[in-house]
């Protein structure tokens, strides 16, 4: 009787390791294998066998947009409603004042491995009308998951804003784009997205949280074809065989396995002005030891944000190649960069903030190999800023390695980039700084910070040249941060009010009579108060204007909605 159950048991284990390695296809199905195979072919195509000319196409471009981003906070010191974008993909688009009828500009300011994704420019809009999510077999049309299995290039946007619980894993078919600017879109309390054997997806400005596993079952994933699924991990997005994808402005938070895994030959990958929050492991790139065929993987980390509540795996590497650059990671629990079998990192211009733990201050984490074998992998740190005792143990031959400076080798920009501004008025070049802005977008920085999950908050403001900063939360753990220009005047009342979840914000009244005030003057003619709708799409910068009553005025506030 025992020799059967362990028999079962073995064979039980045997079938969760085929379905993993075969992408939860839980029976052979020919259509799947010939995308696998045309999938092979797509990953060897995209791959860049000079990287480093991607890395200073990059560099180059951040070098520039540093200047444009000076250039414009100079222009906030004026206060009249510039739009402020400090990295480079962000400035290619955000501040067109006509993005809404121009949204596919957003293809040309693509950087990184992932640069040639065009998504779905080539196709028509679709627009999403419907969140539901009942018929996995015949979707309803208008649904997120009708859009994204049609076989033409389609660039889909929403009507409004959705919540959006998939019922099962999220399939999609190649050059599409997901773009939910204009609108704030979540997908959680269900499973998550994949991308399996397709390629050219941009995934732009939504919300994906608090994901589950799936169950399985059959599941369309073309309009021509549909099968029998295995349980999906609860990845919030997975990347399984895929190329060419373009991951920016993404929130990712609380799934049951990986924020996002890029696994089984991905390639071609850029991951920026992402926030990560509240997970344990959260990128995973590769997923085993034996499977070399990720030796062909390039990905580009750039301008994100790793915030609270984050443990590992910011990335966890397995044979690839990634470049992580520009991004500020604030406090992991165990390690932020680690990585087997030999994977070449290069990290540029990051800030890197250590717990107080003063067992987890070191960067990296090398797993499987001993010093012998690890210290000739090639893990290079070059413009980093480490805070808090934090310290990136480099490996390997740097300089002959195909990524080495040469003559003509752009230096990356230094981590004073990826530093949001701290709210003490000062940059690291001097200068006064706007607060809280900056290539990670100014997440959980700037002045002091409001507690996280309140309805409605104060946030404490502070003084800083002539400026008040504040933080505001809400719910869900994003944070609107106001300027406010408060002249000669007294620094008066509130600063700002966030209220509920779905990012509704607030500016609220501010000095006394006479002083110049926020929106208002204090008591004189009653401080009115401006409620503003804010989502991922873009820093939208609100000119409110001077004072509403007896009030001098004081130049109007500025305030930015991430």
Not at 484 to 507: F, M, N, P, T
Request: contains cysteine; neutral net charge.
């Amino acid at each position: 009787m025992d020799s059967i159950r362990y028999s079962l048991l073995f064979l039980i284990s045997l079938f969760v390791v085929f379905t993993t390695v075969a992408g939860n296809i839980g029976v052979h199905d020919a259509v799947w294998q010939e995308r696998r195979e045309a999938a092979k072919k797509a990953a060897r195509q995209a791959y860049q066998p000079n990287p480093g000319s991607v890395l200073d196409h990059l560099n180059e471009n951040v070098h520039k947009s540093v200047e444009g981003s000076n250039n414009t906070r100079r222009g906030l010191s004026k206060y009249k409603g510039s739009c402020l974008a400090t990295n480079p993909i962000d400035q290619c688009w955000r501040c067109q004042p006509n993005w809404a009828k121009n949204r596919k500009k957003l293809v040309d300011c693509v950087l990184g491995f992932g640069r040639h994704t065009t998504g779905g420019k080539a196709g028509k809009m679709y627009v999403v009308t419907d969140p539901s999510d009942s018929d996995l077999v015949s979707p309803k049309k208008g649904t997120l998951r009708h859009a994204v299995i049609q076989p033409e290039p389609l660039w889909i946007i929403f009507k409004h804003n959705m919540n959006i619980r998939l019922s099962e894993e999220l399939i999609m078919t190649s050059n599409k784009t997901i773009d939910g600017r204009g609108a704030q879109v979540h997908i959680a309390n269900g499973a998550g997205i994949t991308l399996q054997y397709i390629h050219n997806v941009i995934i732009h400005n939504i919300r994906v949280h608090d994901i589950k596993i799936g169950n399985g079952g059959m599941i369309r994933d073309s309009a021509t074809h549909y099968g029998f699924r295995t349980r999906s991990d609860g990845d919030g997005i997975s990347l399984f065989g895929s190329t060419n994808i373009w991951i920016d402005h993404v929130s990712l938070s609380r799934c049951a396995d990986g924020l996002i895994d890029a696994i089984e030959a991905s390639t071609a990958i850029t991951i920026s002005n992402c926030h990560f929050a509240h997970h344990n492991d959260v990128l995973l790139f590769g997923a085993s030891d034996s499977r070399s065929e990720d030796h062909i993987m390039q990905i580009t980390v750039a301008f994100n944000h790793f915030g609270k509540g984050l443990i590992q795996r910011m990335p966890r590497v397995r044979w690839g190649f990634v470049h992580v650059v520009n991004n500020d990671y604030t406090r992991w629990q165990m390690y932020a960069i680690g990585g087997s079998q030999h994977p070449t990192i290069l990290s540029q211009g990051n800030r890197f903030v250590a717990p107080d733990n003063p067992f987890a201050k070191e960067v990296t984490k090398r797993e499987y190999a001993t010093e012998s074998v690890w210290k000739n992998w090639v893990w290079k740190s070059e413009g980093d800023v480490l805070s808090n005792g934090a310290f990136f143990v480099q490996s390997g031959d740097v300089a002959h390695h195909k990524f080495a400076k040469g003559p003509d080798m752009v230096s990356p920009k230094p981590g004073g980039f990826a530093r949001a501004g701290d709210g003490d008025g000062d940059s690291d070049s001097g200068e006064k700084e706007d607060g809280g802005t900056d290539a990670a977008e100014g997440w959980e920085r700037g002045g002091s910070r409001g507690r996280k999950g309140e309805r409605r908050e104060k946030g404490r403001a502070r003084r800083e040249g002539g400026r008040r900063l504040a933080w505001v939360g809400e719910e869900e753990g994003w944070w609107a941060v106001a300027i406010a220009q408060s002249g000669k005047g007294r620094e008066g009342g509130d600063c700002a009010v966030g209220e509920g979840e779905g990012g509704w914000a607030a500016i609220a009244r501010g000095g006394g009579v006479g002083d110049g005030g926020d929106d208002g003057a204090g008591d004189g003619g009653g401080a009115r108060r401006r409620r503003w709708w804010w989502s991922l799409e873009a820093a939208m910068v609100v000119e409110l204007g001077g004072g509403d009553g007896a009030g001098a005025g004081g130049g109007g506030n500025l305030a930015f909605f991430f």
